[in-house]
């Protein structure tokens, strides 16, 4: 099946730094990524979508200013979380969408997750 | 209400059990997501459906799309099927998933 990467896997910044987070899509070409954070014990809540070659769509309450999301390519999207702060700490996971052929319901595609990355922010 | 509801939330089997979790939603749906997320955390989707029933290995997946429901059984169970087992829909052509807060199993030995 469609592989995505994300790296790294983990990391652990200091307070006011920033991180990028990168997604790629191994065997596919993907025009359109998610990325998501998970809280503990919480459900993965949808941040942003990133489309290839245009500005991401970002969800009510997510600061695009301190979530920078590119998808310069196909295959990769990046995730920057600009002046990092301990609430910042998270499980960010990224998610690719293949794009499959025409069915009799209209366009379907496939969506295939990271394995995610924790961020420690201390 | 949620528009993803998945039952049970925690569900404890003895290994060799069949084991099933529902998901019941209440929008229009384009597809059904099955994901599987170890305590690591990492994401693996097991299915994804737009109707009837799909099987991998020990695992089937089946929708009914009339009754907005489906269900994700596992055949002999084994303590590696421990994991977080998540619903996620897609309302819409490109929309983004709607996801149910899981389903905690425990496979004891």
């Known amino acids: 099946g469609a592989v995505v990467s994300q790296h790294p896997s983990w990391v652990i910044c200091k307070s006011g730094t920033s991180v990028k987070i990168e997604c790629r899509s191994l065997?596919?070409?993907?025009?359109?990524m998610f990325w998501y954070r998970q809280f503990p014990k919480q459900s993965l809540m949808l941040m942003a979508t990133?489309?290839?070659?245009?500005?991401?769509?970002?969800e009510q309450g997510v600061e695009k200013d301190k979530f920078l999301i590119n998808h310069a390519s196909l295959t990769l999207s990046t995730l920057t979380v600009t002046s990092a702060h301990p609430e910042d700490s998270s499980f960010y996971i990224c998610?690719?969408?293949?794009?499959?052929?025409?069915?009799?319901?209209?366009?379907?595609?496939?969506?295939?997750f990271g394995p995610g990355t924790r961020l420690t922010v201390t | 209400k949620n528009e993803v509801e998945q039952s049970p939330q925690n569900l404890t089997a003895q290994e060799g059990e069949f084991i099933t979790i529902n998901c019941s939603y209440s929008?229009?749906?384009?597809?059904l997501h099955w994901l599987q997320q170890h305590p690591g955390g990492g994401i693996v989707s097991l299915f994804m459906?737009?109707?009837g029933k799909k099987k991998h290995g020990r695992l089937i997946a089946t929708i009914n799309i009339q009754e907005k429901h489906s269900s994700l059984h596992i055949t002999a169970s084994h303590p590696r099927d421990s994991a977080v087992y998540i619903c996620?829909?897609?309302?819409?052509?490109?929309?983004?998933?709607?996801f149910g807060k899981g389903t905690k199993l425990s496979v004891k030995p």
């Open positions: 996620a829909v897609r309302s819409g052509g490109q929309g983004n998933l709607i």
């Open positions: 459906l737009s109707s």
């Open positions: 929008v229009g749906i384009s597809a």
């Open positions: 990133s489309n290839e070659g245009s500005k991401a769509t970002y």
């Open positions: 065997d596919f070409q993907a025009t359109t």
């Open positions: 998610s690719a969408v293949k794009t499959g052929v025409v069915g009799p319901s209209g366009i379907s595609y496939e969506q295939y």
